[in-house]
């Protein structure tokens, strides 16, 4: 087996998830990380690099992150990143074999995806002042956010040529997939009245496609959005992230009777065990009314 530094594997790895998988710029970092820290690791316990390590380096490298205070969630992720690298090397014929083959990760405590009931988003959404151009545009993303069921990722890339008629929007999901949403009509207004009556005053060049803006003219970021977010949560005694509104999407359409099937297309995932989760959510709900309201629960 031909001798290749880490670094240049290292390279290689993140040059294929950026280019071929779509991975965003986040991902990207994390995953450089994540393989940094077992890198050194390998380096600091018997001066290994990581196309030598094996099956029983992977165990050790999990107790280590475990008694390091690491979060079970945490672990899994960094095994998910070890897993897709060593799969790769395999893939390009640089190793014969992924030492992570039959390594189980730590088991995760399911957790229910975090959602509004219908009055909470509505509350949420009314107590966005419009009465300056940052709130029309806030409410519009929020609007947009829920309407959708989008990604953050997505919503942020979205630009106003993406637009197709006045309801609905062509965006690219993950893996660079292009997909089609679909705007409800308290989000066509909302957005109606940002492109009128905020937009043009926003933006500073003409050439500028992003569809929602910061305060000097450019594409607003994921991070300023998730900001916005936790501001607004905090009005409604919530804690809301991007994420919130799209959950809350999924888990209200269930509510309403729309077919499984149809929300996965919907959210855009690929999985429809992916998609289940939110049929828990649903089931819990269930539950709840029917405990308050059956006269023989």
């Known amino acids: 087996m031909e001798f290749k530094s880490n670094e240049y594997l290292l390279d290689l790895f993140l040059k294929y998830m950026r280019s071929e998988r779509g991975a965003t710029e986040n991902t990207i970092k994390a995953y450089e990380n994540d393989l940094i820290q077992f890198s050194d690791f390998l380096k600091f316990k018997e001066d290994k690099d ?3 390590a094996s099956k029983e380096d992977l165990r050790e490298f999990i107790v280590f992150l475990t008694e390091g205070g690491n979060l079970r969630s945490t672990i899994v992720r960094k095994l998910s990143t070890l897993r897709s690298f060593y799969t790769f090397l395999v893939k390009r014929n ?41 709130g029309i545009r806030d409410r519009a993303i929020v609007e947009c956010l829920y309407s959708t069921g989008m990604r953050i990722s997505e919503l942020t890339r979205l630009n106003v040529s993406d637009i197709k008629g006045n309801n609905q929007a062509i965006t690219k999901g993950k893996g660079n997939k292009e997909r089609i949403v679909f705007f409800g009509e308290y989000a066509i207004k909302s957005l ?59 888990t209200h359409l269930l509510e309403n009777g729309a077919d499984l099937r149809a929300v996965q297309e919907l959210l855009g995932h690929s999985d429809l065990s992916t998609t289940q989760k939110y049929v828990h959510v649903t089931l819990e709900r269930l539950k709840e009314v029917y405990k308050k309201t059956h006269p023989r629960a």
Do not use: C, W
């Open 192 to 250: 109606e009245r940002y492109l009128k009556e905020v937009r043009s005053i926003l933006v500073k060049n003409e050439r500028e496609d992003a569809l929602f803006l910061n305060k000097n003219g450019t594409r607003l970021s994921p991070r300023s959005i998730e900001r916005m977010m936790e501001r607004y949560g905090y009005g409604v005694g919530k804690d809301i992230s991007p994420h919130t509104m799209r959950h809350s999407f999924a």
């Open 50 to 52: 990581l196309i030598s």
């Open 94 to 134: 640089i190793l014969d074999s992924n030492p992570l083959v039959s390594l189980f990760s730590p088991k995760l405590m399911k957790v229910l995806p975090n959602f509004l009931t219908q009055n909470e988003v509505k509350l949420l959404i009314d107590n966005i002042p419009v009465s300056t151009p940052l």
